[in-house]
């Protein structure tokens, strides 16, 4: 599987420490060294970059993210994700959230459906150690105005 780390030093690979403890930081960094994760500082990044299509014209329909922040730049490249068809994992043990006190994953791109953006239906579904998304054909009836 293919892996993005967000919140990277591309040059350097390792996490840029905000707002997290170095604990944190060495995990995440290391994640993106023992799974020769693409390192990118932000999702925008990813996107001008076209990272994504590149990944769906060589056949990959599943990656992994991680890194910072999960409430923010994860939540927004799982999301152009989600609409490209693309399945994502998200190891919970190597995310972040900007602040403690903000949304997590999952409330986030709900959060992004409600707000006014296009809305993309998704489904997920969670063990001790991944969150698993995927597109859904479903829209959830709490999206429904």
């Given at each position: 599987m293919i892996s993005i780390a967000l919140g990277m030093d591309p040059d350097q690979r390792y996490i840029v420490?905000?707002?997290?403890?170095?604990?944190m930081a060495m995990r995440i960094t290391q994640k993106c060294r023992d799974s020769s994760a693409r390192p990118f500082a932000t999702a925008h990044d990813v996107l001008m970059?076209?990272?994504?299509?590149?990944?769906?014209?060589?056949?990959?329909?599943?990656?992994?993210?991680?890194?910072?922040?999960?409430?923010l730049c994860i939540a927004s490249l799982v999301r152009?994700?989600?609409?490209?068809?693309i399945n994502i994992t998200v190891p919970k043990r190597h995310i972040v959230r900007s602040k403690n006190n903000a949304h997590g994953l999952i409330r986030s791109l709900e959060?992004?459906?409600k707000k006014?953006?296009?809305?993309?239906?998704?489904?997920?579904?969670?063990?001790?150690?991944?969150?698993?998304?995927?597109?859904?054909?479903?829209?959830?009836?709490?999206?429904?105005?």
């Open positions: 420490q905000d707002k997290m403890s170095t604990k970059e076209g990272y994504l299509g590149q990944l769906i014209e060589k056949g990959e329909d599943e990656i992994e993210i991680f890194g910072a922040y999960e409430n152009y994700a989600i609409e490209l068809d959060e992004m459906n006014g953006f296009k809305i993309v239906p998704f489904q997920h579904t969670q063990d001790s150690e991944n969150y698993f998304i995927r597109f859904s054909n479903e829209l959830p009836t709490s999206y429904l105005f």
